[in-house]
């Protein structure tokens, strides 16, 4: 596709399962990001890929959070034992190289998860 | 921490220019200053982008200072499809760091 592709789009999940949402990077892009955003508030940063490896994952914010990313091309974002604070849009991005000034990063249209 | 500041909001009338500034003072030699807009908390779109030199494209204009510390983006003509919260960031090596942005309304 032309764009970065998130799903699902919309997910809403009882407290305490385990949910993965999916990204699909533009083609040929090596760096991959998830955020965060809680309504209301502004986007926070997760976590970051080069390739297949993350040397960021600083914004993680919690042990409950994990992510991987596979064939430097998908990337999935787990959430497991869901709490009701979870609850945001989880915006992916990607960009064509890693460590690049000037290196445009272009987001998805993001994953809307409810915990109830 | 973000590193650019921003009113937190504006007003524009439609079919005006819509200048939109930022401070980023603590930029450094090789950092670009990105804009992105954010609609309803759909995907923020990317804007426009310049390291030293003025930028125009098709969705807006670009001016930064000589010393680069400051910018302003221009809208030339506002719409009511503008109105979105609006993003200053100072973009190095890696990760995206947003602020709060400028929350811009277009009025009728």
């Known amino acids: 596709g032309a764009g970065v592709s998130q799903s699902p789009s919309n997910k809403v999940t009882e407290k305490g399962k385990d949910v993965e949402l999916r990204c699909d990077p533009i083609?040929?892009?090596?760096?991959l990001y998830w955020y965060r955003q809680r309504l209301g508030q502004g986007l926070e940063f997760l976590i970051y890929?080069?390739?297949?490896?993350?040397?960021?994952k600083s914004g993680l914010p919690s042990d409950r959070f994990s992510a991987e990313r596979t064939g430097e091309s998908v990337s999935t974002l787990t959430i497991q034992r869901t709490q009701q604070e979870d609850s945001a849009v989880y915006l992916c991005?990607?960009?064509?190289?890693?460590?690049?000034?000037?290196?445009?990063?272009?987001f998805g249209e993001g994953s809307w998860l409810t915990v109830v | 921490d973000a590193k650019t500041t921003q009113p937190t909001s504006m007003d524009c009338a439609e079919g005006r220019a819509a200048n939109l500034p930022c401070n980023h003072s603590?930029?450094?030699?090789?950092?670009?200053v990105y804009w992105y807009r954010q609609i309803h908390s759909q995907g923020p779109q990317y804007i426009i982008h310049?390291?030293?030199n003025n930028e125009t494209n098709e969705m807006a204009s670009l001016i930064i200072t000589e010393d680069r510390k400051s910018s302003t983006l221009i809208l030339p003509h506002a719409t009511l499809r503008d109105t979105a919260v609006y993003y200053c960031?100072?973009?190095?090596?890696?990760?995206?760091?947003f602020g709060q942005g400028t929350r811009l309304t277009i009025n009728p």
């Open positions: 991005a990607s960009s064509l190289v890693r460590g690049l000034p000037g290196n445009t990063i272009y």
């Open positions: 083609s040929g892009h090596t760096a």
């Open positions: 890929f080069q390739g297949n490896s993350a040397p960021d």
């Open positions: 603590t930029i450094s030699g090789n950092e670009y």
């Open positions: 310049g390291l030293k």
């Open positions: 960031i100072d973009q190095g090596a890696q990760k995206l760091v």
